[in-house]
Structures are given as C-alpha cells and as structure tokens.
C-alpha cells in the first residue's frame, strides 16, 4: 500500500519546544510530501522531498527522508499555537496521493 | 485566482435522496480527487481524474460517481444516500498528481439522516 503511517496519533508541546512526527511507508516512493489541516478545513502543503533527497528545510520545518528504513520525519522547531493542527504524510510513486491518519499537535501558549 | 472552490458547504440529505457536491479550479491543473475525512481520521481517496474524460477509482468508490468533462469541474454525485455517507468531503487538484503538490477546497460537510 502507497498510504503512510504518522506516529505519534497526538502530540502535546508548549510554546516555544520542538515538535517532531514521524512516517512510515511501505514501498518505493518517487516522493513524499508533508501537509497540514487546521481544524477541519482543507489540508495545506507544507514541503515535498523527493526520494533522492535526505533533508529539506521550509522556514521552521525540517523534513528528512531515509529511504534504506522507508521513514521520514517532519520538525517544526520553537513551534507557536498556531501550529495546533492535524499533520499528514503522503508518500507517493503514482498519480495518487494517499493520505494516512495523521498526527494530531497542540501547542499550548 | 480562486484556487479550488467547493459548494456546497454544508447539505443535509434524507436516507435515499441523490445530489451532487461541485468542485471547480481556475488553475488548469489535469489532475483532480474527492476524498473523504471521517471524524478522527484521515483522507480516503473516492475517485481522481488525470484529465478531462478520465476517471478512476480510489479507495472508496462505492455509492459515488463521478464524471470530467472539462479541465475545470470534477462533480462528485451521491446516486442514493446513506448515513454511511455522512463525512466532510475534500476535492483537491494538482498539476502531476501525487508527484507533485495538491491544492485543496475548503470542504462540503455532509450529513445524511
């Protein structure tokens, strides 16, 4: 299956720490891309990695890919609470995105 | 330049009534999807299009039709409701499908009693 596996469900961090999630998949990937949904709207792109990169940066995220162990994760560093929101992976090698259940963060103030 | 647009965004159906949720882009992307998010979970792709006259099945495709017959509009039909349907529905469109970055609506929020 294409879909991806978000670990942890949920998050909880204050203002001002890290947060770290993390994906898994289960096949080979042309690439994988990370989005965000805030409280029921649609989902947001955040950052695409392609399979022969290791680490992109967006700003305050960090995404790295490790395709020998088929994960990735996704940094957001001094995270703010409007980063409260829902974070989903997609690894991808067809015209499909398929989406896990995501990894739900909150930033407490 | 509107993005992808959505209607409507809310709708009550009764069990066995049909509608159709629209879905439009401005941004000539070929490729387009209908998911659907029940509470607590994530996205299942229902059908996705690479192209005006092009349709293909996703993960959930039963009691769902769709049909493409131009670039702009993906309309998703619900032939004959049920409260399994009952979700938030999400079209989304890309230039390059999962190779490269999706742009979602804002959502049609669905309840079939």
């Known amino acids: 299956s294409q879909q991806g596996e978000e670990d942890p469900q949920a998050l909880s961090i204050q203002e001002g720490e890290n947060a770290t999630m993390n994906c898994s998949y289960k096949?080979?990937?042309?690439?994988l891309q990370w989005y965000r949904q805030n409280s029921g709207r649609g989902l947001v792109h955040l950052i695409l990695i392609r399979s022969n990169e290791r680490e992109k940066h967006s700003g305050r995220l960090r995404v790295t890919l490790d395709t020998s162990k088929k994960s990735s994760s996704l940094l957001i560093t001094a995270s703010r609470a409007a980063d409260t929101a829902s974070y989903f992976c997609?690894?991808?090698?067809?015209?499909?995105?398929?989406f896990g259940t995501g990894t739900r963060l909150q930033v407490f103030p | 330049n509107a993005g992808v647009t959505q209607t409507p965004k809310f709708q009550v159906l009764k069990t066995g009534q049909s509608m159709t949720l629209q879905c439009a882009q401005d941004m000539n992307h070929e490729y387009m999807s209908w998911y659907r998010q029940d509470p607590g979970m994530g996205l299942r792709l229902i059908h996705y299009s690479v192209g005006a006259g092009i349709t293909d099945q996703g993960e959930v495709p039963n009691g769902y039709n769709v049909s493409r017959s131009t670039t702009e509009d993906f309309p998703l039909r619900l032939l004959s409701a049920a409260p399994s349907q009952t979700s938030v529905y999400f079209c989304?469109?890309?230039?390059?499908?999962?190779?490269?970055?999706?742009?979602f609506g804002q959502g049609t929020r669905l309840t079939v009693v």
């Open positions: 096949t080979s990937i042309n690439n």
């Open positions: 997609a690894p991808s090698n067809t015209d499909k995105l398929i």
């Open positions: 989304a469109s890309s230039y390059s499908g999962g190779f490269g970055e999706a742009f």
